[in-house]
T-cell receptor, first 116, second 113 residues
Framework: AQKVTQAQTEISVVEKEDVTLDCVYE???????LFWYKQPPSGELVFLIR??????QNEISGRYSWNFQKSTSSFNFTITASQVVDSAVYFC?????????????FGQGTRLTINP | GAGVSQSPSNKVTEKGKDVELRCDPI?????LYWYRQSLGQGLEFLIY????????KSGLPSDRFSAERTGGSVSTLTIQRTQQEDSAVYLC???????????FGDGTRLSIL
């Protein structure tokens, strides 16, 4: 069965520190997608990134970067020079092919608090 | 453009009542998903629509839950004879195609007294 584990329930850092959110996944599929979503206090899940299982290149977008390693089944997310606006709950997710759709299997989330 | 819209944003109802939750997907998005977010279970997939069809409804937690989508647009999730364990945030998402990333609405917070 598909499973996503985010071992860090809560992380609290001071503004401008770098922080890494861990994500480990389990799947028997050879083709899958991995995602990160951000959930600010407003509640909406904001899409951040999707990676295809065949593409292990790391990705950088501004202060955000993602490290995908199939050998360790991990898809970690790093925020560089964190800001207070980064405070949110972050979810890692794995897509499971289901009736042709992309059913998302989510981790339990990591609550990130950036203190000024 | 407009995002996924859900209504109501909050709903409080008594145990045993029926409730309807509405989702307006992004215009042109053919795929629509319902998820539930609760303290005990985290984020769970409920059902998926491609157009007006739901290929499989086995993700729904019980036969008290049903969903429909009309005109390839608006979807309604109905919970009959609500129970306290139904209290959760119900999230709707849509995507342009079934393989595209999903875009979520703000959710409906449902509280069963």
């Amino acid at each position: 069965a598909q499973k996503v584990t985010q071992a860090q329930t809560e992380i609290s850092v001071v503004e401008k520190e770098d922080v890494t959110l861990d994500c480990v996944y389990e799947t028997r599929d050879t083709t899958y997608y991995l995602f990160w979503y951000k959930q600010p206090p407003s509640g909406e899940l904001v899409f951040l990134i999707r990676r295809n299982s065949f593409d292990e290149q790391n990705e950088i977008s501004g202060r955000y970067s993602w490290n995908f390693q199939k050998s360790t089944s991990s898809f970690n997310f790093t925020i560089t020079a964190s800001q207070v606006v980064d405070s949110a709950v972050y979810f890692c997710a794995l897509s499971e092919r289901w009736e042709g759709a992309q059913k998302l299997v989510f981790g339990q989330g990591t609550r990130l608090t950036i203190n000024p | 453009g407009a995002g996924v819209s859900q209504s109501p944003s909050n709903k409080v109802t008594e145990k045993g009542k029926d409730v309807e939750l509405r989702c307006d997907p992004i215009s042109g998005h053919t795929a629509l998903y319902w998820y539930r977010q609760s303290l005990g279970q985290g984020l769970e997939f409920l059902i998926y629509f491609q157009g007006n069809s739901a290929p499989d409804k086995s993700g729904l937690p019980s036969d008290r839950f049903s969903a429909e989508r009309t005109g390839g647009s608006v979807s309604t999730l109905t919970i009959q004879r609500t129970q306290q364990e139904d209290s959760a945030v119900y999230l709707c998402a849509s995507s342009p195609q079934r393989d595209s990333p999903q875009h979520f609405g703000d959710g409906t917070r449902l509280s069963i007294l």
